[in-house]
């Protein structure tokens, strides 16, 4: 099965740079997904890793290291807009996608 | 707009009643797939389609969910005889996936939330 695990809040300032950290255990392992989601919107996608390393897009990165079952979201100069929650997703095999239960971002002025 | 669509975008129904919900992907994505989201919670699988094939099914999905596509292309999810507990959002995501690997890209359509009274 997959196990999924992410801080459940995390409060970071206006133009701040602000990490969320991933673990998973799990039978099988494709890659990573890091989605947002806005409240009562649906998720949308940020970026997916397969291999190990750092993957930067725009103000977002993703890091993956396969040994050690972990991933972090980084997101630099904090918007207001960037409160959100953030879901790590995992794939393995063929299988679903298992999403976690997500990181709720505030981001305060 | 060419993104995945779902209708209804709310539904309030009484308990016992059935419900059917309608997701149509985007075009050209053979890959379909069914989640139910609760408040707090990352969106929880129930089943997908590769074309009209229904691949997986989750196995916490009781025997009065059902879900069909017929044609390869819209989804319907219908829920009978409903119960509190159904109350949630229902997703939907499409993709593209030539083989069976399940390390497709999904979109998101906005969801149906679900209150059963």
């Known amino acids: 099965g997959q196990n999924i695990d992410q801080p459940t809040e995390m409060t970071a300032t206006e133009g701040a740079i602000v990490q969320i950290n991933c673990t998973y255990q799990t039978s099988g392992f494709n890659g990573l997904f890091w989605y947002q989601q806005h409240a009562g919107e649906a998720p949308t996608f940020l970026s997916y890793n397969v291999l190990d390393g750092l993957e930067e897009k725009g103000r977002f990165s993703s890091f993956l290291s396969r040994s050690k079952g972990y991933s972090y979201l980084l997101l630099k100069e904090l918007q207001m807009k960037d409160s959100a929650s953030y879901l790590c997703a995992v794939t393995g095999g063929y299988q679903k996608v298992t999403f976690g239960t997500g990181t709720k971002l505030q981001v305060i002025p | 707009d060419t993104g995945v669509s779902q209708d209804p975008r709310h539904k309030i129904t009484k308990r016992g009643q059935n419900v059917t919900f309608r997701c149509d992907p985007i075009?050209?994505?053979?890959?379909l797939y069914w989640y139910r989201q609760t408040l707090g919670q990352g969106p929880e699988f129930l089943t997908y389609f590769q074309n009209e094939a229904q691949l997986e099914k989750s196995r916490l999905l009781s025997d009065r969910f059902s879900a069909e596509r017929p044609k390869g292309s819209f989804s319907t999810l219908e829920i009978q005889r409903t119960e509190q507990g159904d109350s949630a959002m229902y997703l939907c995501?499409?993709?593209?996936?030539?083989?069976?690997?399940?390390?497709?890209?999904?979109?998101f359509g906005p969801g149906t939330r679900l209150t059963v009274l």
């Open positions: 075009s050209e994505h053979n890959r």
């Open positions: 995501a499409s993709s593209f996936q030539p083989g069976r690997a399940s390390t497709d890209t999904q979109y």
